[in-house]
């Protein structure tokens, strides 16, 4: 067997990776889901990609999920200096901190930051303007999420994940795996060993770990705190525990049965290859297709690609993106007119 290899973010500076997978050559609403932190550029084309995409479909940040919030600033005499944001590791409940914490941070990033980079000082100065003036929500998540956009010019509405799983539609999805969860589970593991094999890896938990005797692919929140669920003692009709989902069944959700194409970036495009055979073998479906995004992008001689988005002119990227799509005749790929979200499109959640 001819060993594959995992995609990868681009090597030079500036260089933007686009893929499309899927039979079909146009696709209508597109589906995203990431974190609202202060990731590297590369990641926030997949929102500027999204947008140009004319925001036909949803837009999903994961307020369930555990990131860093701290950030790497390029420093004097090429000095990396981090600089942490004052936030608990868990945005479902946080606050939005007090005003002169989140202050000391966007100090401290002036500090760190090497002054000879005008522009991204400039960018910081903008995204501050735009953080406080956003720090007055409630939840830090709103105020992350909220600010993340209007930094990149995108007006648009958008969800978080803990609402998306109070819907009665995803509590089916989850009813619907747990029905046959000898068989997902079966499916599911098989395909990690098929792609150990495919891709020669021999770490056990990549890109997934495999689901235990009974395991569900699911976490429940208890207490404030994700734990793994398992069908013993499982009641799928109370409201009082919450099941989130996993990168598996969150991703697998929004590509069935809310988007035409999702949008990934080359972490996500990795494991598509399982979850497209879960898709053919569990769900009975042809795999929707989706694309691939990355970029990198240096400041100066930094050969960094983790200084956060913030510091890097919004309307550059957006203008290095459009090019990259013009250079590759992508820019009919998105199709006319947006598709229904699958559920309204005849297709029943369950296939059998």
């Known amino acids: 067997m001819t060993k594959q290899h995992l995609l990868k973010p681009p090597k030079e500076n500036k260089e933007i990776l686009l893929l499309n997978k899927g039979a079909s050559e146009k696709g209508g609403a597109c589906g995203l889901a990431h974190q609202p932190g202060f990731f ?16 036909r479909g949803p837009l999903f940040f994961l307020d369930n999920d555990r990131f860093d919030l701290s950030v790497l600033m390029p420093g004097r005499d090429r000095e990396l200096r981090q600089v942490i944001f004052p936030a608990d590791e868990d945005l479902l409940e946080q606050r939005t901190p007090p005003a002169q914490g989140i202050e000391k941070f966007f100090s401290e990033c002036r500090r760190a930051l090497d002054p000879g980079l005008v522009e991204a000082t400039d960018c910081l100065k903008y995204f501050r303007e735009i953080f406080i003036r956003n720090s007055k929500k409630k939840y830090l998540k709103d105020c992350l999420a909220q600010s993340l956009l209007e930094f990149h010019n995108i007006k648009t509405e958008y969800e978080f994940v803990s609402e998306l799983v109070r819907e009665p539609e995803f509590r089916d999805f989850v009813r619907l795996i747990a029905r046959r969860s000898r068989e997902f589970r079966t499916i599911f593991n098989n395909a990690l060993v098929d792609y150990g094999r495919t891709f020669r890896f021999r770490f056990r938990n990549y890109p997934f770990p495999r689901l235990e005797q009974n395991e569900l692919p699911f976490w429940i929140l208890r207490d404030g705190l994700r734990h ?12 009082k525990e919450l099941i989130l989902p996993r990168a598996v069944t969150l991703t697998l959700f929004i590509r069935l049965y809310r988007s035409g194409r999702f949008i990934h970036g080359v972490g996500g495009g990795n494991y598509e290859w399982v979850q497209d055979r879960i898709i053919e073998k569990f769900f009975n479906r042809q795999p929707p297709p989706y694309a691939i995004i990355s970029g990198t992008f240096y400041q100066n001689d930094f050969q960094n690609r983790q200084f956060p988005f913030f510091l890097y002119e919004p309307a550059e990227l957006r203008k290095q993106l459009a090019f990259r799509l013009r ?26």
């Open 40 to 55: 590297n550029p590369g990641v926030g084309l997949k929102f500027l990609l999204w947008d140009l995409a004319e925001k």
């Open 327 to 352: 250079e590759l005749k992508l820019e009919g790929f998105w199709g006319e007119e947006p598709v229904a979200p699958a559920r309204r499109n005849g297709y029943s959640m369950d296939p059998r």
């Open 228 to 239: 793994k669920l398992f069908l013993e003692g499982l009641d799928l009709n109370a409201d």
